[in-house]
């Protein structure tokens, strides 16, 4: 009986596999930011009825002010800010944004 051994990649086939994997990732990362910053806004407009100029500021100035957050508490990545910002609501507003767990939980129906 012989034994079936396993498919080793090479050098070139390792980095190529490598490229298109993170190819994938920074497409998937980008719709997703989309997505959120869609969902974001569109959620702004319904429930607070911001327009087009309030919306336009919320979004221009999201990055900075999170960017100034990362800065005054010397944060080096993305998980410490999440730390940050996750501690001070739960602290300083009394949001458990872990109890909220259901916010972003948007299902999709699929028929079979």
Known sequence: MNALLPYR???KERRAFEREVNRQTGENVKRLSLNLQALVLWSLRQQLGWGKKRLLRF?????????Q???????EDSEETEF??????KNEVGIDV???DEM?????????
């Open 9 to 11: 990649m090479t050098n």
């Open 59 to 67: 979004q221009k100035n999201f990055l900075p002010l999170i960017e």
């Open 69 to 75: 957050l990362q800065q005054f508490y010397q944060a």
């Open 84 to 89: 940050i910002c996750l501690y001070k609501l």
């Open 98 to 100: 872990s109890a909220l």
């Open 104 to 112: 972003f939980q948007i299902q999709t129906k699929i028929n079979p």
